[in-house]
């Protein structure tokens, strides 16, 4: 049974950091693409960051560059996601999804598991 499970969500005061992890279960991250996505309240879902498996080559959307770095532990089969630097509007439930494929080609499609989400608050 394919299972992503998020975790490490929390309040944060703006410039501070969090780490978020994304547990896979019932497949390896060997074979699949990892995408980190959010979803603040009033506003469309929106991919964040994306891992392709093989040789790891990341993607990063515009307003996250140089604050976020996602990375992988094959051995535990968790994606995370580096968050550093926050802002107010960061502040979304973040959500982790599997790519049916092994490389990652934009967030509109193709993702067909997806964790129940964590939330991430950036308020001082």
């Known amino acids: 049974q394919v299972q992503l499970v998020e975790s490490g969500g929390g309040l944060v005061q703006p410039g501070g950091s969090l780490t978020l992890s994304c547990a896979a279960s019932?497949?390896?991250?060997?074979?699949?693409?990892i995408s980190w996505f959010r979803q603040a309240p009033g506003k469309e879902r929106e991919g964040v960051s994306c891992i392709s498996s093989g040789d790891g080559t990341t993607y990063f959307t515009d307003s996250v560059k140089g604050r976020f770095t996602i990375s992988r532990d094959v051995g535990k089969n968790t994606v995370y996601l580096q968050m550093n630097s926050l802002k107010p509007e960061d502040t979304a439930v973040y959500y982790c999804?599997?790519?049916?494929?092994?490389?990652?080609?934009?967030?509109?499609?193709?993702?067909?598991?997806w964790g129940r989400g964590t939330q991430v608050t950036v308020s001082s």
């Open positions: 019932g497949f390896t991250l060997d074979y699949y693409a």
């Open positions: 999804a599997r790519r049916g494929f092994p490389y990652c080609k934009g967030y509109g499609g193709g993702y067909d598991y």
